[in-house]
């Protein structure tokens, strides 16, 4: 993880006071606007938030809020799948998994989409799509658990709202914070969805979603095994359907790095009987989607 620093002086700050000095900072930003072009204080806040580093300055309810209009929005340009007893199934793994999670505080909402090719992706606030091609490329229910787990992950790091802060910061604030027009705030959604800006992870935000994952399937008794398995999958898949992964691995990275570093936390996790691989219920899924 990295360590917060104060901005003037580079000196590490202490966990107890990184929320104050964060305030402050905001507190200065949207002081600095009053009187003042907007235009020349986000230059500033700009500077300040890229100093920051992998800050989140949004509330939970700042980020369902932003969740659910980015969703309103989403949904009327995918095609999502109604089948109950599918819908259903992913649902059920999908909470199991939330029980276990490092914030299972707000509500999750699992969905499958029949858009093409292999994916899965997170929306903020607790949003979590899966690709109906990903569940067909699964060969067993701990390698969908261990892609839910993974984007659970970005959802317990809120990496989505810490692009967010980085990209937009002082208009983002400007327009969730200080609730401005709601119009402006629909606006500012469409240009996000349009540039596809949440999925642009660092690297270090999909390994950090990678290590999340594999922590949370073994939680909820699952083999993490299939994390190893699944990246596995896509690195097969890419050579004899490239197409198929093209849009995960452009907002992904390369799958063979990833094998290697989640093998190396799956060896350092304490012994556990009982991890389940597979269900019946799981491979009567994929005969149902075939």
Sequence with gaps: MKQNYCLFTKTALAPSLQGCYFTACFVLILSLGIGCNFTTVGNVGNTIIKELGDVNIFTDAEELRFGREYVAQHEQ????????????????????????????????TFKVVETKGINAYAIPGGFIYVHLDLIRA???????????????????GQHSMKRLT???????????????DAS?????????????LLFRY??????????????????????????????????????????????????????????????????KLPPKSGLRTDSSRFQRIKQRIR
């Design 184 to 196: 402006k705030f629909k606006k500012l959604v469409a240009d996000v969805l349009a540039a596809g």
């Design 77 to 108: 340009k995918v095609r999502i799948h109604r089948d109950p007893v599918v819908t259903n199934y992913v649902n059920d793994l999908g909470q199991s998994l939330v029980r276990h999670s490092k914030r299972p505080n707000i509500t999750y």
């Design 166 to 180: 980085q990209v937009y910061s002082i208009e983002i604030i400007k327009q969730l914070i200080l609730d401005e």
């Design 138 to 156: 699964a060969k067993n229910e701990s390698e969908l658990a261990a892609v839910l787990g993974h984007e659970i992950g970005h959802i317990v």
């Design 202 to 267: 660092s690297r270090d935000h999909e390994r950090e979603s990678d290590f999340y994952g594999v922590q949370n399937v073994y939680d909820a008794s699952i083999a993490p095994e299939g994390a190893a398995g699944f990246f596995e999958t896509l690195s097969a898949t890419r050579r004899t359907a490239p197409s198929a992964v093209g849009k995960f691995l452009s907002t992904h990275p390369m799958p063979n790095e990833r094998v290697l570093n989640v093998r190396n936390q799956i060896s």
